[in-house]
């Protein structure tokens, strides 16, 4: 089984810059903790409502709805991208949708934003469910045992 991410609070510098547009409460040290398991670079974490999530959305990928998670990954020349003076990106987080699936898979907002937001993380990295072999969803669930969250994201994820 995997260790609490609340075991490594208190540990590591700050990744993550912030913009909490919503009343959502979290611990962002326990979100710290998962980007620097993954790299080395600061990412941007946007919380917002449903209707700016919504016009992300139209304006990057042409759906008109709203939805959970969205990450923008920094377009770097190869020669830079692994350079830790640059951002890796953002990831965009609808409050609502944590809210709702928290509730609905009966765990906390903050393993589901911590989910959300590995979800995130792993798009800014370069990995992409719709087009590989499944070794997101194989990172993912390597992810959420090691860090003993709910496995609700993978089993939603394999139900579409």
């Given at each position: ?119 995130g ?5 370069g ?13 993912e ?20």
């Open positions: 089984m995997g260790r609490s991410i609340y075991q490594h609070l208190g540990k590591l510098p700050s990744m993550i810059d912030l913009d909490n547009q919503t009343g959502l409460n979290f611990s962002l040290e326990a979100l710290e903790i998962i980007a620097s398991s993954l790299c080395s670079r600061e990412v941007e974490l946007l919380i917002v409502d449903d209707s700016t999530i919504e016009a992300l959305n139209l304006q990057h990928r042409e759906k008109a709805s709203a939805t959970d998670v969205l990450s923008f990954p920094v377009d770097l020349p190869p020669n830079l991208e692994s350079s830790s003076a640059f951002p890796l990106g953002s990831i965009v987080v609808a409050s609502s949708f944590v809210v709702e699936k928290a509730s609905y898979f009966r765990h906390s907002v903050q393993d589901e934003l911590s989910l959300l937001f590995i979800h993380m792993l798009h800014l990295l990995y992409d469910h719709e087009v590989d072999n499944g070794e997101m969803r194989q990172k669930a390597t992810l959420i045992e090691a860090f003993a969250l709910p496995n609700s994201l993978i089993i939603r994820t394999e139900e579409k």
